[in-house]
């Protein structure tokens, strides 16, 4: 049973699946299934599209250069029947998975060697450009922590990340729209936050609860 690979992507098209195209000289295409068919049929170029394995090929994130693709190699050579070289293919054939399988481990681990590092450099390059939309100290604060880290013998700028961290911190939220939110102390001690409009209206929930008090009143 042989187990060809797509025309267009290379996956591999199992028996019985897939659409098989013939054209009109005689030559044959053998899809693995209706999107890489509607593709070819729209004269797309497959190295130009992500998804497909020639252009993984080209962007090097496929294995190429290797000993056990030669195997998967078709040859139109007329070999006779022998028991025993059946069986020894059978073998082979498992062997060679198992080595192509480790090797393209092995060439995915080197070809991802060195991503973090490279992320964290990009990241450290967009900070770097960005740096004047960051949260800065003010120069007395500045001041302040150099003179503090003198006299304990502590570290500035780990003193200054502390300071920008509570900068961070302090920061609340803007009020949504037209209010502005206010504390009140309240008659047993506690503080309770309010949203005051911009008009001049407060709305609370006591409020609410005084129109409702209100209306009962009329209905009584």
Request: net charge positive.
């Amino acid at each position: 049973m042989r187990i060809e690979s797509c025309f267009f992507c290379g996956r591999p098209a199992w028996p019985s699946k897939g659409i098989t195209f013939m054209r009109n000289d005689g030559k044959s295409f053998r899809f693995c299934r209706s999107k890489c068919h509607k593709n070819f049929k729209m004269k797309r170029n497959p190295r130009k599209l992500k998804w497909t394995k020639a252009h993984r090929r080209n962007a090097g994130k496929e294995m190429v250069v290797d000993s056990t693709l030669q195997f998967a190699a078709r040859r139109n050579v007329p070999v006779r029947y022998n028991r025993e070289l059946v069986a020894k293919t059978l073998k082979a054939m498992e062997r060679i998975s198992e080595v192509r399988t480790r090797r393209e481990r092995i060439f995915y681990k080197k070809r991802m060697a060195g991503k973090r590092a490279r992320e964290v450099a990009s990241a450290r390059k967009l900070v770097a450009d960005n740096e004047h939309l960051l949260p800065r100290l003010r120069g007395s604060e500045k001041r302040r922590l150099a003179e503090l880290a003198a006299e304990q013998g502590l570290d500035v700028g780990e003193l200054e990340r502390e300071g920008l961290a509570a900068v961070r911190a302090s920061k609340k939220s803007k009020p949504f729209g037209a209010e502005v939110r206010r504390l009140r102390v309240r008659t047993d001690g506690g503080v309770e936050e309010i949203a005051d409009r911009t008009d001049g209206g407060v709305h609370d929930e006591d409020d609410n609860d005084d129109d409702d008090n209100d209306d009962e009143m009329d209905t009584d």
